[in-house]
């Protein structure tokens, strides 16, 4: 499989991250050792600038 990037974690950053590269034209593989998406952040704090983020690049439940 060809990737122009790698996430390895599906966090809430990660998940941030993968869409906005993706969104950007990049072919973007994700690793995850966990069945589903990790819940929590692991990378940053969560408070209302970072849930904001998450929004804009399309990130969370409806």
Do not use: C, K, N, W
Not at 8 to 29: E, M, S
Request: glycine fraction near 14%; avoid cysteine; proline fraction near 6%.
């Amino acid at each position: 499989m060809d990737a122009d990037v790698v996430v390895v974690g599906y966090g809430p950053i990660g998940q941030t991250l993968a869409l906005l590269l993706a969104g950007a034209g990049r072919r973007v593989v994700v690793l995850e050792r966990q069945r589903r998406p990790y819940p929590l952040p692991r990378a940053t704090s969560f408070d209302g600038e970072t849930a904001r983020s998450l929004a804009r690049a399309g990130a969370g439940g409806a």
